[in-house]
């Protein structure tokens, strides 16, 4: 039997493969359809007896890996899940960023470098701040657009002009733990012994200030998804 090898694991930094910065430094046109960056919560083997290809057409249709996907929804200031294909996800260590400091598309910047280097798993301390493994990716993202200005008295004369815009939407706030749980999952395997589900045995509750409620939220996450490493020194 073909064992089944999944190409992203659990705390992994994904998006959605049509994310613009994995083929321009910029993001062009409507920043409201830039998918979120994401963090993998589970890996999910679907039964090898799954119908993955249409019978009449013999056209793939669908996939024997899943993946549950956690990002945050800052109109919401909440997490979302949303499970998603592997082929319809690229690591975000593909992504493409402009220097922090420069409005130049060619320039490279080791914001991808930094994060990859980032731990695991941050050390568990009560009352300590930790942040989302996606919040510098989410607030680094730029948009490109083109203002073009006419001159009244000359209507020939027209003046063009870049504008370049931080897109933060998808950024998360800073968290404070709260709580640890060991977590206890069942059915992570199929009769056989092959696996059914890899997940994380590790969950901090975190809390932050939820500005639309206009109170204070909380919510269990896995602890891979965090860092204690503050991204940015200002």
Not at 38 to 49: D, G, T
Not at 51 to 70: G, M, P, Q, R, W
Not at 114 to 124: A, L, Q, R, T
Request: hydrophobic letters at 35%; a positive charge; aromatic letters at 14%.
């Amino acid at each position: 039997m073909v064992k089944l090898i999944n190409a992203f694991k659990v705390g992994d930094i994904v998006t959605f493969k049509t994310h613009p910065l994995f083929y321009n430094s910029y993001i062009k046109g409507d920043g409201k359809y830039v998918p979120p960056i994401m963090m993998i919560k589970e890996v999910f083997f679907e039964n090898k007896k799954k119908k993955t290809f249409d019978e009449a057409s013999k056209k793939e249709i669908a996939e024997l890996i899943k993946y549950v996907c956690i990002y945050f929804d800052d109109n919401k200031s909440e997490f979302l899940e949303v499970h998603l294909y592997e082929k319809m996800l690229e690591s975000f260590k593909k992504l493409k960023f402009s220097n922090i400091n420069s409005n130049n598309g060619d320039d490279t910047s080791d914001v991808i470098t930094e994060i990859s280097n980032y731990p695991e798993k941050p050390e568990y301390v009560y009352g300590q701040i930790l942040y989302f493994k996606t919040k510098k990716l989410e607030i680094l993202k730029k948009r490109s657009s083109i203002k073009i200005t006419k001159d009244k008295s000359n209507k020939d004369k027209i003046s063009v002009k870049e504008i370049i815009q931080y897109v933060v939407n998808y950024a998360t706030p800073d968290f404070v733990i709260c709580g640890f749980k060991i977590e206890e999952h069942k059915d992570l395997h199929y009769k056989d012994g092959s696996n059914k589900r890899l997940v994380s045995t590790e969950s901090v509750k975190i809390k932050w200030f939820n500005p639309i409620n206009n109170k204070f939220s909380e919510y269990y996450l896995p602890i891979e998804f965090f860092t204690d490493i503050k991204p940015f020194n200002n």
